[in-house]
């Protein structure tokens, strides 16, 4: 594994800063990175000579000569297993399934101060699950890529575009942000270079505008049963629950709620267990997008694939009614308060509105999203 963010900025490998890229005959960087920070794909070939010979004034021993053919056997067999895992690649291609593939998910979190980033790991989880289901080897890790492996990059609008020139040419980056037009230069650099998988269809009409030749791929945020940890009290004492990154609307809908009587809590940089306690003591969570052109399914699907009544605030033009129709209780600024005051005290309407969500996002299994996006 390569260290991907370090406290200098750079990358590191085994130990040593890395190096700028080398230079092509133009000037221009190259995107390769040195040779020496990259485990080579055939590193079963590298041969020492310290381990195949002996001095020339010694007889090699018979130990030394068992040791030597046993070595070359392996040469010979592993080179056997790469010629034959590249024929069932060929034939695997050829008949339109997907190979089997190494995958490393890399989690960039370059301080823990940006807690937001964590909000990635629902839906990181959902991904290694599927990928595993699917037959294929995959790693996680935060901050750090693989050099054996295709690399899924979370949060790459955090590397500067120094160190993404040295990523692999296979790269594929999970983009998970809402997308504006002040996105960063180097994101865009990202986005422009490397394969991109979205979770929205206004996210790739902008990426398409961006860069007509990319090819982006909708991949869509899936259901897995691994997400299903919420367990449900007995009791719940709060009424209404908002977390996540502070934003004028949203700090105006908590003001309007507490006004209300409504037990209310909104919370900024809890996740896992500590957010998972919070869920379950909550009547229903309310989400209120920081930017409302795009639905956060990123925030919701955690909540509704643990049966969990959502009260979102989200704009018109945003095209989710028709998918989620049903499994959340839409709203708007005026109507909020209202929405979730009725919504808090009708039990049954509660439990049908959970029961629903459930079962409709259920019907998004990230085995069939990963299986049109690893074959297309």
Sequence with gaps: MLGLIHRGGLPRCRGALLSAPPRRGDGSASRNPPLACWPSIFGFLRIRGAH????????????TRKNSAVRQLRRRSSLMRLLLAVKAKSVAVEKGYAPKMKYHLAHIIPSPRMHGLNGYKDVIDTLQWGLGQLGHEVTYAVNQI?????????GAQMIPAATLRLLPADTIVYQLE????????????????FNVWDYSKSNIEFLRKLSPARDVK???VGFAPVLERVAKPEAQDIDVLMYGAAGQERLSAIYALSQSGLVTVFVSGLYGAARDALIARAKLVLNVTLYRRVFEIVRVSYLLANKKAVVTVVDPSADVRGEFNGAIQFSD???????CEALAQDDDGR??????????????????????????
């Design 178 to 193: 809402q997308l504006r037009d002040n996105t960063k230069p180097d994101y865009l650099y990202a986005l422009r270079t």
């Design 333 to 339: 600024p005026k109507s909020l308060v209202r929405d």
């Design 146 to 154: 693989s050099g054996e492996a295709t690399n899924v990059i979370f």
């Design 218 to 220: 909708l991949v869509p």
């Design 52 to 63: 195949l010979t002996e001095s020339a004034d010694r007889e090699p021993t018979w130990e």
């Design 351 to 376: 439990h049908a509105l959970e029961g629903a969500g459930y079962s409709i996002f259920k019907q998004r299994d990230i085995r069939d999203i990963l299986s049109a996006a690893l074959a297309a």
